[in-house]
């Protein structure tokens, strides 16, 4: 054998090695529970982005890197090479996402050739995936207990996820497993999990509204470490609706408050259990609207949640911050719950945003129908067509109705000169 190869093949044998050694693993203490990686606390400041099935074409590029330097130590993706490798380049630790389909997508847990399949695929992946320098948490699925509109599950899945977390501690023992679970049917399920599941070496939950409730159900009928696996503003299934049944959105502004505010007083204080987090969502993203989740736009432009979580994780706010909205309205409305107009109808929209930097902003309005629900998580679901577009003056615009009747919302945003933008919307109907 050549010198050469023999150099290549240890070079990889001590390449193994070394990855091999990235260990991740639970510690406990009299302060609580402290997530390791090879022997060094770990504290996961992290944001879920880069899984296709969330945003179609998504590219980690320049939203990863302002990810990187806002302080950012972990992504929540999906368990694939390209995902890992993508965390692995901006130094982020990944919480790997097994490809594990519920009721909900037809799978059915009494069905035992089909569950071997399942975990078959799974530990496939774990076995390639075991040594990838970015690999921090394995994660079973996501949120596989809920079967929309919420239809009760099959109790066998805990047994199935606690057998397979055993076979992935035998394939891998350098990285703990969790399933990710909602706010539905709580303590049940958590009494279950805590009791058929000793396997799971931590829990994830994903929460809006509902976080400071959950996490304190969890602590207490759990009782084991557990990570934030998904935060943000209220969900579109939590808020206030209009008299025409239409969910009201908060604005970027009021997001921005709701995410330093989450972060600093539940996920912070509850560190003895909880091992970190990911806020949600690191993109743009189309669910009920195209602004209510994505912390950018589909352009990149960030709004102020992104500089909140920089604030959070790092303690520092950027150079140059984003605009913030002081108010918005249809004329005379306070109360945006019956906004109501005819069609072509005159109408009056009051908009008032500035600049920390006192810079000069570009106001502008969009009006769109509302969107179409697809499906769980907004999956499949298309941004609604704009009807109608221009600028906004300084306070005051008047703007006419769409012609045809029906539920529409208007959208009314402000940019700065730094790809950073402030974005509200007010629900109305358009009626004869």
Same mark, same amino acid.
């Given at each position: 054998?050549?010198?050469?190869?023999?150099?290549?093949?240890?070079?990889?044998?001590?390449?193994?090695?070394?990855?091999?050694?990235?260990? @991740?693993?639970? /510690?406990?203490?009299?302060?609580?529970?402290?997530?390791?990686?090879? +022997?060094?606390?770990?504290?996961?400041?992290?944001?879920?982005?880069?899984?296709?099935?969330?945003?179609?074409?998504?590219?980690?590029?320049? /939203?990863?890197?302002? !990810?990187?330097?806002?302080?950012?130590?972990? @992504?929540?993706?999906?368990? @694939?090479?390209?995902?890992?490798?993508?965390?692995?380049?901006?130094?982020?630790?990944?919480?790997?996402?097994?490809?594990?389909?519920?009721?909900?997508?037809?799978?059915?847990?009494?069905?035992?050739?089909?569950?071997?399949?399942?975990?078959?695929?799974?530990?496939?992946?774990?076995? $390639?995936?075991?040594?990838?320098?970015?690999?921090?948490?394995?994660?079973?699925?996501?949120?596989?207990?809920? %079967?929309?509109?919420?239809?009760?599950?099959?109790?066998?899945?805990?047994?199935?996820?606690?057998?397979?977390?055993?076979?992935? #501690?035998? %394939?891998?023992?350098?990285?703990? @497993?969790?399933?990710?679970?909602?706010?539905?049917?709580?303590?049940?399920?958590?009494?279950?999990?805590?009791?058929?599941?000793?396997?799971? $070496?931590?829990?994830?939950?994903?929460?809006?509204?509902?976080?400071?409730?959950?996490?304190?159900?969890?602590?207490?009928?759990?009782?084991?470490?557990?990570?934030?696996?998904?935060?943000?503003?209220?969900?579109?299934?939590?808020?206030?609706?209009?008299?025409?049944?239409?969910? =009201?959105?908060?604005?970027?502004?009021?997001?921005?408050?709701?995410?330093?505010?989450?972060?600093?007083?539940?996920?912070?204080?509850?560190?003895?259990?909880?091992?970190?987090?990911?806020?949600?969502?690191?993109?743009?993203?189309?669910?009920?609207?195209?602004?209510?989740?994505?912390?950018?736009?589909?352009? +990149?432009?960030?709004?102020?949640?992104?500089?909140?979580?920089?604030?959070?994780?790092?303690?520092?706010?950027?150079?140059?911050?984003?605009?913030?909205?002081?108010?918005?309205?249809?004329?005379?409305?306070?109360?945006?719950?019956?906004?109501?107009?005819?069609?072509?109808?005159?109408? !009056?929209?009051?908009?008032? !945003?500035?600049?920390?930097?006192?810079?000069?902003?570009?106001?502008?309005?969009?009006?769109?129908?509302?969107?179409?629900?697809?499906?769980?998580?907004?999956?499949?679901?298309?941004?609604?067509?704009?009807?109608?577009?221009?600028?906004?003056?300084?306070?005051?615009?008047?703007?006419?109705?769409?012609?045809?009747?029906?539920?529409?919302?208007?959208?009314?945003?402000?940019?700065?000169?730094?790809? #950073?933008?402030?974005?509200?919307? %007010?629900?109305? =109907?358009?009626?004869?």
């Amino acid at each position: 054998m050549k010198l050469t190869t023999c150099l290549f093949y240890l070079l990889v044998f001590c390449v193994e090695i070394a990855l091999a050694q990235n260990k @991740v693993s639970i /510690q406990k203490s009299n302060k609580g529970h402290q997530l390791s990686l090879n +022997g060094k606390p770990f504290y996961v400041k992290g944001f879920v982005g880069g899984n296709p099935s969330y945003s179609p074409g998504f590219i980690a590029g320049k /939203q990863f890197a302002i !990810a990187q330097k806002s302080g950012a130590n972990a @992504v929540r993706t999906s368990a @694939v090479r390209v995902s890992l490798d993508s965390a692995a380049k901006y130094g982020f630790k990944a919480l790997a996402d097994l490809p594990i389909y519920g009721e909900r997508d037809g799978m059915d847990w009494n069905d035992e050739t089909r569950k071997a399949e399942v975990k078959a695929k799974v530990l496939g992946i774990v076995s $390639d995936l075991k040594n990838h320098p970015a690999l921090l948490v394995w994660a079973l699925g996501n949120e596989l207990d809920w %079967i929309p509109p919420g239809k009760p599950y099959n109790p066998k899945l805990w047994t199935f996820f606690n057998d397979l977390a055993k076979e992935i #501690h035998r %394939i891998d023992p350098n990285h703990p @497993v969790m399933t990710i679970v909602g706010f539905s049917d709580v303590p049940k399920k958590l009494d279950e999990l805590a009791a058929q599941c000793p396997d799971l $070496d931590l829990l994830g939950i994903n929460a809006y509204a509902d976080l400071a409730e959950f996490s304190e159900a969890v602590i207490k009928h759990w009782k084991r470490p557990y990570m934030v696996t998904e935060w943000g503003p209220d969900g579109h299934w939590e808020v206030p609706k209009t008299t025409f049944k239409v969910a =009201l959105e908060q604005s970027s502004t009021e997001k921005a408050e709701v995410y330093r505010d989450r972060y600093e007083n539940v996920i912070l204080k509850n560190r003895a259990f909880c091992l970190g987090s990911f806020v949600f969502y690191w993109h743009s993203k189309q669910e009920i609207t195209h602004t209510w989740y994505g912390m950018f736009d589909e352009k +990149g432009s960030a709004t102020e949640t992104v500089e909140a979580m920089q604030f959070s994780w790092s303690g520092k706010y950027p150079a140059n911050r984003s605009p913030k909205i002081l108010r918005y309205a249809i004329g005379d409305k306070t109360d945006k719950k019956t906004v109501i107009l005819q069609k072509g109808q005159s109408f !009056a929209v009051i908009f008032e !945003a500035n600049d920390p930097e006192n810079e000069t902003l570009k106001l502008s309005y969009e009006i769109r129908p509302e969107a179409v629900y697809a499906s769980y998580a907004g999956q499949g679901e298309q941004a609604a067509p704009i009807v109608a577009s221009g600028p906004l003056n300084s306070l005051k615009t008047e703007i006419k109705a769409p012609a045809e009747p029906g539920k529409y919302r208007i959208f009314l945003r402000a940019d700065d000169a730094h790809r #950073h933008h402030a974005i509200a919307n %007010i629900p109305f =109907l358009v009626e004869e």
